[in-house]
């Protein structure tokens, strides 16, 4: 990963007694469900998860979730958004506020909810009231000069991931570049670099979020 | 009418962050069943809610904030409550009056959903007894009686609160339109503005009903909304919870 920090001293930790909320954004298409998979397939013998998807048109993420059966139907939940995605985790936070209490309500003690953005712009951003943190996900092969452009997402997110790396050389794009871009527009902030297709399991973005729980939970029993 | 209070206008914008986004008052199904195609038929369904559901919602947010207000401190507590007989049947007695109202499930639901989340929001603005006791009693109350109280919070009056209501019951079911079909919102607030004067005319009305007991608020409905609201939930494509 090329963090040039191992850690974010701004990182939020969640309120004790509640799950880690984690932001996922990014466009449509770059790979949000197919990293909101994996990371469940990685975690799930770990810790207790749900989540939240927020797709545009009916329940697809949801559903695909629940095909690919990387969690029990009822820890997934969709919410609609009226045409507005970015205005569901970011604006007007209500309705997946609501969505993830009634997941914990439902399920007791939650470690994790992962919240998974309809695809959006690059403007996109989670409110710091729904998510403690968040990923945001670029396609490397949706144009190699869109980490240079920044935006709130590429450039606040907790953690950059900038997926389908097997597509880069195909699409002509300089995925070190992008990785360079990044770096300098986040000011050090970590980038992780995936092909979900060639590792589905994206083992550096899972130990991301493993060391993010771990210190939820440290500055948990920490605090009085 | 008494001036404003500035406290109200935040009830009413819609950039209060209370769900109200992906709600389109049944405009989305309405569009699916292509009973809305333009900027006529948009005018002819605002008219049709407004008179209905619109009614129906004004009238107990002015209740509700009748009720909210009378928890007030100078005010006795408990409320002696519903102005009808002997009655002290609290915030679940008119949120039953509520449901008594609102003959689709869908819409139940729908209504307890932005209630909820109306009823997160303004706590997390104002803080008033009315509000508090109501979020006590009901889980997830209809969204009329957390508006109503909200506006008692907010220091309106039940004219008021029925104002609110009404400019909601047509606003956001106009704001999907311009999302769903592509209108030109210069011309879906033209539509609005000419409504204007209908909403004061239900407000009026609800605000009048409001006063007498809740057992005879108004009930008008629209059995095909309330068609909509069930077909919509088993809808392929959905946009908006409602
Ligand atoms: N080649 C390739 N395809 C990927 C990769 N990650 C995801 N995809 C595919 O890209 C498409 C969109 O992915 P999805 O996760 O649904 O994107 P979302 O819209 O951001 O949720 C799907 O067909 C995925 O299988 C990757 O790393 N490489
Ligand atoms: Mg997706």
Same mark, same amino acid.
Request: hydrophobic share 45%; aromatic share 4%; proline share 6%.
């Given at each position: 990963?090329?963090?040039?920090?191992?850690?974010?001293?701004?990182?939020?930790?969640?309120?004790?007694?509640?799950?880690?909320?984690?932001?996922?954004?990014?466009?449509?298409?770059?790979?949000?469900?197919?990293?909101?998979?994996?990371?469940?397939?990685?975690?799930?013998?770990?810790? =207790?998860?749900?989540?939240?998807?927020?797709?545009?048109?009916?329940?697809?993420?949801?559903?695909? +979730?629940?095909?690919?059966?990387?969690?029990?139907?009822?820890?997934?939940?969709?919410?609609?958004?009226?045409?507005?995605?970015?205005?569901?985790?970011?604006?007007?936070?209500?309705?997946?506020?609501? =969505?993830?209490?009634?997941?914990?309500?439902?399920?007791?003690?939650?470690?994790?909810?992962?919240?998974?953005?309809?695809?959006?712009?690059?403007?996109?951003?989670?409110?710091?009231? +729904?998510?403690?943190?968040?990923?945001?996900?670029?396609?490397?092969?949706?144009?190699?000069?869109?980490?240079?452009?920044?935006?709130?997402?590429? =450039?606040?997110?907790?953690?950059?991931?900038?997926?389908?790396?097997?597509?880069?050389?195909?699409?002509?794009?300089?995925?070190?570049?992008?990785?360079?871009?990044?770096?300098?527009?986040?000011?050090?902030?970590?980038?992780?670099?995936?092909? +979900?297709?060639?590792?589905?399991?994206?083992?550096?973005?899972?130990?991301?979020?493993?060391?993010?729980?771990?210190?939820?939970?440290?500055?948990?029993?920490?605090?009085? | 009418?008494?001036?404003?209070?500035?406290?109200?206008?935040?009830?009413?914008?819609?950039? +209060?962050?209370?769900?109200?986004?992906?709600?389109?008052?049944?405009?989305?199904?309405?569009?699916?069943?292509?009973?809305?195609?333009?900027?006529?038929?948009?005018?002819?369904?605002?008219?049709?809610?407004?008179?209905?559901?619109?009614?129906?919602?004004?009238?107990?947010?002015?209740?509700?904030?009748?009720?909210?207000?009378?928890?007030?401190?100078?005010?006795?507590?408990?409320?002696?409550?519903?102005?009808?007989?002997?009655?002290?049947?609290?915030?679940?007695?008119?949120?039953?009056?509520?449901?008594?109202?609102?003959?689709?499930?869908?819409?139940?639901?729908?209504?307890?959903?932005?209630?909820?989340?109306?009823?997160?929001?303004?706590?997390?603005?104002?803080?008033?007894?009315?509000?508090?006791?109501?979020?006590?009693?009901?889980?997830?109350?209809?969204?009329?009686?957390?508006?109503?109280?909200?506006?008692?919070?907010?220091?309106?009056?039940?004219?008021?609160?029925?104002?609110?209501?009404?400019?909601?019951?047509?606003?956001?079911?106009?704001?999907?339109?311009?999302?769903?079909?592509?209108?030109?919102?210069?011309?879906?607030?033209?539509?609005?503005?000419?409504? =204007?004067?209908?909403?004061?005319?239900?407000?009026?009305?609800?605000?009048?009903?409001?006063?007498?007991?809740?057992?005879?608020?108004?009930?008008?409905?629209?059995?095909?909304?309330?068609?909509?609201?069930?077909?919509?939930?088993?809808?392929?494509?959905?946009?908006?919870?409602?």
């Amino acid at each position: 990963m090329g963090a040039h920090h191992d850690h974010d001293p701004h990182e939020a930790a969640p309120p004790a007694g509640r799950a880690l909320r984690l932001g996922i954004g990014g466009p449509v298409g770059s790979g949000k469900t197919a990293l909101t998979a994996a990371l469940c397939r990685a975690l799930r013998d770990e810790y =207790a998860l749900a989540v939240v998807t927020n797709d545009i048109y009916t329940t697809e993420d949801a559903d695909f +979730l629940r095909r690919a059966a990387v969690l029990p139907d009822d820890r997934i939940t969709a919410v609609r958004t009226g045409c507005c995605p970015h205005t569901a985790i970011r604006d007007d936070i209500s309705a997946n506020l609501d =969505a993830v209490e009634d997941l914990q309500a439902r399920h007791g003690r939650l470690d994790l909810v992962l919240v998974e953005s309809g695809g959006d712009n690059l403007t996109a951003l989670f409110s710091r009231g +729904l998510a403690d943190l968040q990923i945001f996900v670029l396609d490397a092969a949706g144009g190699d000069d869109v980490p240079r452009k920044g935006g709130p997402g590429v =450039a606040q997110a907790d953690l950059l991931v900038i997926n389908k790396t097997d597509l880069a050389p195909l699409a002509g794009s300089d995925v070190a570049r992008m990785e360079r871009d990044a770096l300098r527009v986040r000011g050090g902030k970590p980038v992780a670099l995936t092909s +979900l297709r060639e590792r589905p399991d994206a083992p550096e973005v899972a130990a991301w979020v493993r060391g993010a729980l771990r210190r939820a939970r440290g500055a948990a029993a920490a605090a009085p | 009418m008494a001036e404003i209070p500035a406290a109200l206008l935040l009830l009413a914008d819609a950039r +209060l962050p209370a769900g109200g986004h992906a709600h389109s008052g049944g405009l989305e199904p309405a569009v699916a069943a292509h009973a809305v195609t333009d900027l006529a038929d948009l005018r002819d369904f605002l008219h049709g809610r407004l008179a209905t559901t619109g009614l129906t919602g004004a009238a107990l947010a002015a209740a509700a904030c009748a009720y909210a207000a009378a928890y007030a401190p100078d005010a006795d507590i408990p409320p002696s409550g519903d102005g009808s007989a002997g009655g002290r049947r609290g915030w679940r007695g008119l949120d039953a009056e509520a449901d008594a109202r609102t003959p689709s499930p869908a819409q139940r639901r729908a209504s307890r959903a932005q209630g909820r989340s109306l009823a997160r929001a303004a706590r997390a603005t104002w803080s008033h007894p009315g509000l508090d006791a109501l979020a006590a009693e009901v889980r997830a109350p209809h969204h009329p009686l957390v508006l109503g109280a909200a506006a008692a919070a907010a220091g309106g009056t039940p004219r008021q609160a029925a104002a609110v209501a009404a400019y909601g019951a047509a606003a956001g079911p106009a704001s999907a339109a311009v999302r769903l079909l592509g209108l030109d919102p210069l011309d879906v607030h033209r539509v609005l503005a000419d409504l =204007a004067a209908r909403m004061d005319e239900v407000a009026d009305e609800a605000a009048a009903a409001a006063a007498g007991g809740w057992d005879a608020l108004p009930a008008p409905s629209a059995p095909l909304l309330d068609l909509l609201a069930e077909a919509h939930v088993r809808a392929g494509l959905r946009l908006f919870e409602s």
